[in-house]
Protein backbone atom coordinates (compact mmCIF):
# COMPACT_ATOMS: atom_id res chain seq x y z
CA UNK A 1 0.00 0.00 0.00
CA UNK A 2 1.80 3.55 -1.35
CA UNK A 3 1.54 6.14 0.85
CA UNK A 4 0.58 8.62 -1.51
CA UNK A 5 -2.97 7.64 -2.95
CA UNK A 6 -3.71 8.18 -6.69
CA UNK A 7 -6.51 6.87 -8.75
CA UNK A 8 -5.02 3.68 -10.38
CA UNK A 9 -6.51 4.82 -14.08
CA UNK A 10 -7.19 7.55 -16.24
CA UNK A 11 -8.83 7.97 -20.01
CA UNK A 12 -8.89 10.99 -22.60
CA UNK A 13 -9.54 11.18 -25.88
CA UNK A 14 -6.82 13.38 -28.01
CA UNK A 15 -7.24 16.69 -27.38
CA UNK A 16 -8.80 16.73 -24.03
CA UNK A 17 -7.47 17.43 -20.77
CA UNK A 18 -7.10 14.98 -18.15
CA UNK A 19 -6.15 15.71 -14.39
CA UNK A 20 -4.39 13.09 -12.19
CA UNK A 21 -4.83 13.01 -8.76
CA UNK A 22 -2.58 12.56 -6.00
CA UNK A 23 -3.14 12.87 -2.04
CA UNK A 24 -1.15 12.41 0.85
CA UNK A 25 -0.45 13.65 4.31
CA UNK A 26 1.32 16.61 6.02
CA UNK A 27 4.08 14.83 6.71
CA UNK A 28 4.96 14.26 2.97
CA UNK A 29 2.83 16.83 0.73
CA UNK A 30 1.25 19.10 3.04
CA UNK A 31 4.91 20.01 4.05
CA UNK A 32 7.14 19.15 1.03
CA UNK A 33 7.06 19.64 -2.73
CA UNK A 34 5.63 17.39 -4.84
CA UNK A 35 7.42 15.47 -8.13
CA UNK A 36 5.65 13.64 -10.79
CA UNK A 37 7.29 10.40 -12.97
CA UNK A 38 6.51 9.38 -16.96
CA UNK A 39 6.74 5.83 -17.08
CA UNK A 40 6.47 3.52 -20.44
CA UNK A 41 6.71 -0.07 -20.10
CA UNK A 42 9.66 -1.81 -19.69
CA UNK A 43 11.73 1.92 -19.39
CA UNK A 44 12.82 3.58 -16.52
CA UNK A 45 10.61 6.56 -15.29
CA UNK A 46 11.27 10.33 -16.71
CA UNK A 47 10.70 13.45 -14.45
CA UNK A 48 7.90 15.24 -15.60
CA UNK A 49 7.59 17.57 -13.13
CA UNK A 50 9.59 19.00 -10.15
CA UNK A 51 8.81 21.55 -7.08
CA UNK A 52 5.21 21.01 -7.62
CA UNK A 53 4.67 22.68 -10.80
CA UNK A 54 8.56 23.27 -12.38
CA UNK A 55 8.82 21.16 -15.58
CA UNK A 56 12.47 20.05 -16.66
CA UNK A 57 14.21 20.77 -20.11
CA UNK A 58 12.35 19.38 -22.52
CA UNK A 59 9.16 18.79 -21.38
CA UNK A 60 6.33 19.66 -23.24
CA UNK A 61 4.13 22.59 -21.79
CA UNK A 62 1.06 20.45 -22.04
CA UNK A 63 1.75 19.29 -18.76
CA UNK A 64 1.56 21.15 -15.48
CA UNK A 65 1.70 20.22 -11.97
CA UNK A 66 -0.13 21.79 -9.33
CA UNK A 67 -0.20 21.44 -4.86
CA UNK A 68 -2.70 22.49 -2.66
CA UNK A 69 -2.08 21.79 1.14
CA UNK A 70 -1.95 17.91 1.46
CA UNK A 71 -2.98 17.06 -2.24
CA UNK A 72 -1.14 17.67 -5.69
CA UNK A 73 -2.59 17.55 -9.55
CA UNK A 74 -0.87 16.83 -12.66
CA UNK A 75 -2.95 17.97 -15.89
CA UNK A 76 -2.45 16.89 -19.04
CA UNK A 77 -3.71 19.64 -21.39
CA UNK A 78 -4.18 18.50 -25.25
CA UNK A 79 -3.84 14.87 -24.68
CA UNK A 80 -1.83 13.29 -27.43
CA UNK A 81 -1.42 9.52 -27.87
CA UNK A 82 2.01 9.47 -26.79
CA UNK A 83 1.15 10.31 -23.53
CA UNK A 84 -0.53 6.89 -22.85
CA UNK A 85 1.67 5.57 -19.50
CA UNK A 86 1.80 5.64 -16.03
CA UNK A 87 2.06 8.55 -14.06
CA UNK A 88 3.53 8.36 -10.20
CA UNK A 89 3.79 11.27 -7.81
CA UNK A 90 6.42 11.58 -5.21
CA UNK A 91 6.95 13.80 -1.89
CA UNK A 92 9.61 13.82 0.49
CA UNK A 93 8.33 12.33 3.72
CA UNK A 94 9.58 13.61 7.27
CA UNK A 95 8.43 10.80 9.21
CA UNK A 96 9.85 8.07 7.15
CA UNK A 97 12.97 9.96 6.53
CA UNK A 98 12.99 9.63 2.94
CA UNK A 99 11.08 10.10 -0.74
CA UNK A 100 7.57 8.07 -0.99
CA UNK A 101 5.93 7.68 -4.31
CA UNK A 102 2.09 6.82 -5.40
CA UNK A 103 0.84 3.79 -6.61
CA UNK A 104 0.59 5.07 -10.08
CA UNK A 105 -1.80 5.85 -12.60
CA UNK A 106 -1.88 4.40 -15.78
CA UNK A 107 -3.63 6.67 -18.70
CA UNK A 108 -5.26 5.32 -21.30
CA UNK A 109 -5.77 7.22 -24.63
CA UNK A 110 -8.77 6.47 -26.32
CA UNK B 1 25.48 14.82 -19.81
CA UNK B 2 24.88 12.58 -16.64
CA UNK B 3 24.56 8.89 -17.31
CA UNK B 4 24.40 5.62 -15.28
CA UNK B 5 25.19 2.45 -15.88
CA UNK B 6 23.69 -0.13 -14.04
CA UNK B 7 25.04 -4.42 -14.07
CA UNK B 8 23.41 -7.12 -15.62
CA UNK B 9 20.25 -9.49 -14.33
CA UNK B 10 20.38 -10.91 -11.76
CA UNK B 11 19.26 -14.51 -10.42
CA UNK B 12 19.53 -15.11 -6.83
CA UNK B 13 18.25 -18.22 -4.20
CA UNK B 14 16.07 -17.21 -1.42
CA UNK B 15 18.25 -16.71 1.52
CA UNK B 16 21.23 -14.78 -0.58
CA UNK B 17 22.42 -11.83 -1.46
CA UNK B 18 22.79 -9.59 -4.54
CA UNK B 19 25.33 -6.70 -5.14
CA UNK B 20 23.78 -4.33 -8.11
CA UNK B 21 26.43 -1.51 -9.56
CA UNK B 22 25.62 1.80 -10.69
CA UNK B 23 28.64 3.66 -12.68
CA UNK B 24 27.75 7.38 -13.38
CA UNK B 25 29.59 9.49 -15.55
CA UNK B 26 29.17 12.56 -17.47
CA UNK B 27 28.97 14.39 -13.69
CA UNK B 28 30.27 14.99 -10.32
CA UNK B 29 29.89 11.95 -8.21
CA UNK B 30 30.83 12.64 -5.02
CA UNK B 31 28.67 15.57 -4.28
CA UNK B 32 25.52 14.23 -5.00
CA UNK B 33 23.18 11.67 -3.52
CA UNK B 34 22.83 8.65 -5.38
CA UNK B 35 19.36 6.48 -4.44
CA UNK B 36 18.02 3.12 -5.37
CA UNK B 37 14.50 2.91 -6.16
CA UNK B 38 12.46 -0.72 -7.06
CA UNK B 39 9.53 -1.73 -9.22
CA UNK B 40 8.15 -5.19 -8.41
CA UNK B 41 6.71 -6.61 -11.64
CA UNK B 42 3.41 -4.98 -12.00
CA UNK B 43 3.46 -2.35 -9.29
CA UNK B 44 4.28 0.96 -8.41
CA UNK B 45 8.03 2.71 -7.54
CA UNK B 46 9.64 2.32 -3.79
CA UNK B 47 12.39 3.84 -2.46
CA UNK B 48 15.19 1.62 -1.39
CA UNK B 49 17.75 3.82 -0.04
CA UNK B 50 20.12 6.75 -0.41
CA UNK B 51 24.13 7.57 -0.30
CA UNK B 52 25.82 11.21 -0.69
CA UNK B 53 29.41 9.79 -2.11
CA UNK B 54 31.39 12.23 -0.02
CA UNK B 55 29.89 11.87 3.39
CA UNK B 56 29.67 7.75 3.00
CA UNK B 57 26.98 7.48 5.31
CA UNK B 58 23.76 5.94 3.91
CA UNK B 59 20.01 6.18 4.56
CA UNK B 60 17.52 3.57 4.16
CA UNK B 61 13.63 3.10 3.73
CA UNK B 62 12.90 1.73 7.27
CA UNK B 63 11.31 -1.52 5.72
CA UNK B 64 15.14 -2.65 4.40
CA UNK B 65 17.05 -1.23 7.52
CA UNK B 66 19.44 -4.27 8.59
CA UNK B 67 18.78 -5.86 5.04
CA UNK B 68 20.34 -3.66 2.73
CA UNK B 69 23.56 -2.00 2.20
CA UNK B 70 24.37 0.88 0.21
CA UNK B 71 28.54 2.01 -0.43
CA UNK B 72 30.21 4.02 -3.52
CA UNK B 73 33.64 3.85 -4.80
CA UNK B 74 34.87 7.14 -5.49
CA UNK B 75 37.70 5.74 -7.48
CA UNK B 76 35.58 4.53 -9.78
CA UNK B 77 32.41 6.82 -9.77
CA UNK B 78 30.57 3.72 -8.91
CA UNK B 79 27.29 3.16 -6.04
CA UNK B 80 26.67 0.03 -5.18
CA UNK B 81 23.06 -1.22 -2.98
CA UNK B 82 23.45 -4.62 -1.75
CA UNK B 83 20.54 -6.62 -0.38
CA UNK B 84 20.55 -10.05 1.40
CA UNK B 85 18.24 -12.23 2.75
CA UNK B 86 16.61 -12.40 -0.06
CA UNK B 87 13.06 -13.57 -0.53
CA UNK B 88 10.26 -13.71 -3.34
CA UNK B 89 9.03 -10.74 -2.67
CA UNK B 90 12.42 -8.99 -3.79
CA UNK B 91 12.54 -9.62 -7.53
CA UNK B 92 11.42 -6.49 -9.06
CA UNK B 93 13.46 -4.11 -11.00
CA UNK B 94 16.05 -1.55 -9.41
CA UNK B 95 17.08 1.47 -10.40
CA UNK B 96 19.72 4.03 -9.60
CA UNK B 97 18.93 7.30 -9.68
CA UNK B 98 20.79 10.97 -9.10
CA UNK B 99 18.39 14.29 -8.57
CA UNK B 100 18.70 17.48 -9.93
CA UNK B 101 20.61 19.31 -7.35
CA UNK B 102 23.34 17.54 -4.91
CA UNK B 103 20.54 16.31 -2.26
CA UNK B 104 17.60 16.70 -4.38
CA UNK B 105 14.85 13.92 -4.38
CA UNK B 106 13.53 14.79 -7.63
CA UNK B 107 15.28 12.09 -9.49
CA UNK B 108 16.24 13.42 -13.20
CA UNK B 109 18.57 10.73 -14.25
CA UNK B 110 18.34 7.18 -13.98
CA UNK B 111 20.03 4.32 -15.01
CA UNK B 112 18.41 1.39 -17.41
CA UNK B 113 17.46 -0.70 -14.77
CA UNK B 114 18.90 -4.00 -12.94
CA UNK B 115 16.51 -7.16 -12.94
CA UNK B 116 16.90 -9.18 -10.03
CA UNK B 117 15.11 -12.42 -9.79
CA UNK B 118 14.53 -14.54 -6.77
CA UNK B 119 13.78 -18.66 -7.40
CA UNK B 120 13.95 -21.50 -6.08
Given at each position: QSVLTQPPSASGTPGQRVTISCSGSSSNIGSHTVNWYQQFPGTAPKL????NDQRP??????FSGSKSETSASLVISG??????ADYYCAAWDASLSGPVFGGGTKLTVL | QVQLVQSGVEVKKPGSSVTVSCKVSGGTFTTYAVSWVRQAPGQGLEWVGGIIPIFETANYAQRFQGRVTITTDKSTNTAYMELSS?????TAMYYCARG????????LYWGQGTLVTVSS
Amino acid sequence: QSVLTQPPSASGTPGQRVTISCSGSSSNIGSHTVNWYQQFPGTAPKLLIYTNDQRPSGVPDRFSGSKSETSASLVISGLQSEDEADYYCAAWDASLSGPVFGGGTKLTVL
Amino acid sequence: QVQLVQSGVEVKKPGSSVTVSCKVSGGTFTTYAVSWVRQAPGQGLEWVGGIIPIFETANYAQRFQGRVTITTDKSTNTAYMELSSLTFGDTAMYYCARGRGSTSHSFLYWGQGTLVTVSS
